[in-house]
């Protein structure tokens, strides 16, 4: 099961009687993540029918006619001055696709994979790339039938688009290469027979159709935005329950701070807090002031990274309803116009902002993990073990937490200021637009483990203060990590806790416990 591959992985069963996604139409993340991890059908939208033949008829139309148009009747990049005869059309497509299927490590995930089909049919269903009907058709079988191509995640600099994979992408629906089927990786012609499907023999304009596009780096940020919005809220409960047993002040939340600086995310941050923190026990008997930054600051640093993905967010979405081909065919004024939309830019620039934002997420929780642990700083058991010494505790939970952020701090480096010139100069300029996706993804995987840590820390300080009364959001977080990770009364092996608390994270148990319990609590996640 190709399960493992580079991008975010959180599958689901998939559901008899789900509506299906009207391919064509508007498309949320959510609809995206139902496709892409829990099977959700696909169908197209009335609209797509007509206008995806209009757009074919006119590409016969130039064929016909023995014009010159770039990669229908040229070569391709450099090789656009090279003339292609008539009888040589259908085999230039098919090379093409071939010749590009140089990608190289491994695989995408089965999530992405399937995104990747939704997206780049999305796109051609728009009715500007002159694909035929029975392309599209055959790019929703495979999702509705579960033909998964075998896309290896490394080999595209974002431009012009995401060749190297959407070409592995494309060489299963002519029957080539390898797909994944119910469970096992096989030769694509036979997951195509197996799932009662036939392969296609590409006609003109429809190789370059699918393989020039962004759905590779589209679909890895979509699923990462998706899931680091939601981490914003886990967050804010895992900050929450870090506060209570710090015995922090609430006052920082107040909404009357928020409205003398109003960003969407840090308001939105300060209400989660507030709603979080009723009805658990407040400050310590101590005089205090004020707390440290990372606990008085969540709204300012949660929220800046929930307006940052907010913002990459609808970037991607906008993506999601672009038409990213080359050359795009406009069949209504009778014209073809070889442009540039398939340079990943928008999106390479939006994912080296979200990895930044999703890193900060680790960095302030890290901080407040050292802060629990510290006797000095929180007034608990050094490491939150009664008998420090004898036992280490939770101590080495903080320097995993410390490599993660770390690692974050270099994969957070934009790839988007990289260009390598690529196809003889002829695309001197690239994105790297994939490579800033993936990294993305990275972040991300290491981000909700760095927030699972802190969820186990805050637990077992809870735990530590017996008399401390929890209000209804801090005590159903506590619950739920206890389902899965008793109490730390003496030393064990601590790498079992820390996946069972991620898997809490990453498949969002724990935000579905606290929202059933919080009500109001704001999770975004449809966008």
């Known amino acids: 099961m190709i399960d493992k591959g580079h991008g975010p992985d959180r599958r689901s069963p998939g559901r008899s009687g789900q509506e299906p996604v009207?391919?064509?139409g508007s498309l949320t993340l959510r609809d995206i993540v139902g496709v892409?991890?829990?099977?959700?059908?696909?169908?197209?939208?009335?609209?797509?029918?007509?206008?995806?033949k209009r757009s074919r008829e006119f590409v016969d139309e130039l064929?016909?006619?023995?014009?010159?148009?770039?990669?229908?009747?040229?070569?391709?990049?450099?090789?656009?001055?090279?003339?292609?005869?008539?009888?040589?059309?259908?085999?230039?497509?098919?090379?093409?696709?071939?010749?590009?299927?140089a990608g190289v490590g491994e695989p995408f995930s089965r999530d992405v994979t399937r995104a990747m089909l939704l997206l780049r049919a999305q796109s051609l269903a728009l009715g500007y790339s002159g694909v035929r009907l029975e392309l599209l058709e055959l790019l929703l079988a495979c999702l509705n039938r579960g033909v998964h191509p075998v896309i290896p995640s490394q080999g595209s600099v974002g431009a012009s688009g995401d060749l190297a994979p959407l070409a592995h992408m494309a060489l299963t629906l002519i029957g080539e290469g390898e797909a994944e089927y119910r469970g096992e990786v096989v030769p694509a012609a036979r997951a195509l027979e197996e799932a009662g499907l036939r392969p296609?023999?590409?006609?003109?304009?429809?190789?370059?159709?699918?393989?020039?596009?962004?759905?590779?780096?589209?679909?890895?940020?979509?699923?990462?935005?998706?899931?680091?919005?939601?981490?914003?809220?886990?967050?804010?409960?895992a900050g929450a329950m870090s506060l209570v047993a710090l015995r922090g002040l609430s006052d920082p939340f107040d909404p009357r701070v928020g409205f003398l600086r109003p960003h969407r995310g840090c308001e939105q941050t300060a209400r989660n807090l507030r709603l979080l923190l009723a009805g658990s026990t407040g400050v310590s008997d101590e005089a205090r002031v004020q707390d440290a930054y990372s606990l008085r600051c969540m709204p300012q640093v949660h929220g800046a990274s929930r307006g940052a993905l907010l913002h990459a967010a609808d970037?991607?979405?906008?993506?999601?309803?672009?038409?990213?081909?080359?050359?795009?065919?406009?069949?209504?004024?009778?014209?073809?116009?070889?442009?540039?939309?398939?340079?990943?830019?928008?999106?390479?620039?939006?994912?080296?902002?979200?990895?930044s934002a999703i890193a900060e997420l680790a960095s302030i929780s890290e901080r407040r993990i050292a802060r629990l642990q510290?006797?000095?700083?929180?007034?608990?058991?050094?490491?939150?073990?009664?008998?420090?010494?004898?036992?280490?505790?939770?101590?080495?939970?903080?320097?995993?937490?410390?490599?993660?952020?770390?690692?974050?701090?270099v994969l957070a480096h934009p790839a988007s200021v990289d260009s390598v010139p690529t196809s003889a100069n002829q695309e001197d300029h690239v994105s790297m637009g994939t490579i800033a996706a993936r990294q993305a993804a990275q972040v991300l995987t290491n981000s909700q483990r760095v927030l699972a840590i802190e969820l186990l820390n805050a637990a077992q300080a809870l735990d530590l203060r017996p008399g401390l009364h929890t209000g209804p959001g801090v005590t159903a977080a506590?619950?739920?990590i206890r389902e899965v990770v008793p109490q730390l009364r003496g030393d064990r092996v601590m790498a079992g806790d820390l996946e069972a608390a991620f898997d809490l994270v990453a498949r969002g148990t724990l935000l579905e416990a606290v929202a059933g319990a919080v009500e109001g609590l704001e999770i975004v996640e449809t966008v």
């Open 36 to 52: 892409a991890r829990s099977d959700r059908p696909v169908e197209l939208a009335g609209e797509v029918v007509d206008r995806v």
């Open 63 to 101: 064929v016909n006619s023995g014009k010159t148009i770039y990669g229908i009747t040229t070569g391709f990049g450099h090789l656009a001055r090279v003339h292609i005869e008539d009888e040589d059309v259908h085999a230039l497509q098919r090379n093409l696709v071939l010749s590009h299927s």
């Open 478 to 480: 506590h619950h739920a």
């Open 374 to 409: 510290d006797p000095a700083l929180s007034n608990l058991p050094a490491f939150l073990t009664s008998e420090a010494g004898l036992n280490s505790g939770l101590m080495i939970t903080q320097y995993t937490a410390a490599a993660l952020v770390s690692e974050n701090k």
């Open 22 to 24: 009207r391919v064509g």
């Open 200 to 237: 296609l023999a590409l006609e003109a304009k429809e190789g370059l159709a699918l393989i020039n596009g962004t759905q590779a780096m589209t679909s890895v940020a979509a699923l990462v935005l998706h899931d680091a919005l939601g981490l914003c809220t886990v967050a804010d409960v």
């Open 315 to 355: 970037v991607v979405v906008r993506e999601v309803h672009s038409v990213t081909d080359n050359p795009l065919i406009f069949e209504e004024d009778g014209d073809v116009i070889s442009a540039g939309n398939f340079h990943g830019q928008p999106v390479a620039l939006a994912m080296d902002y979200a990895k």
